[in-house]
Nanobody, 114 residues
């Protein structure tokens, strides 16, 4: 079955960096677009970035220039490099793949605070 497992979240001070990982299994990873989202307390889930099978990418304006999405098809993993983190980046971060239907990971918590 399709499974996505995020990791790499944690606590970081403003201005710091984190790299999130999302390992996929149960599907042919290299043939699907992968996306990252986040959800802050009391807010709706927000799109952040996606990477297509070609390697092309797009980003939400809120993270453009600070976050970078990448993929390693040999490891069935998609990454989100997050730099210049701000307190408003505090949220649970999720990866998603659409295979007829949306599949989500369990999420990883990112907390940005001094």
């Amino acid at each position: 079955q399709v499974q996505l497992v995020e990791s790499g979240g944690g606590f970081v001070q403003p201005g710091g960096s984190l790299r999130l990982s999302c390992a996929g299994s149960g599907f042919t990873f290299s043939t699907y677009t992968m996306s990252w989202y986040r959800q802050a307390p009391g807010k709706e889930r927000e799109f952040l970035a996606r990477i297509f099978t070609t390697g092309s990418r797009n980003y939400a304006n809120s993270v453009k220039g600070r976050f970078t999405i990448s993929r390693d098809n040999a490891k069935n993993t998609v990454y989100l490099q997050m730099n210049s983190l701000k307190p408003e980046d505090t949220a649970v971060y999720y990866c998603k793949v659409v295979i007829s239907y949306d599949y989500w990971g369990q999420g990883t918590q990112v907390t940005v605070s001094s």
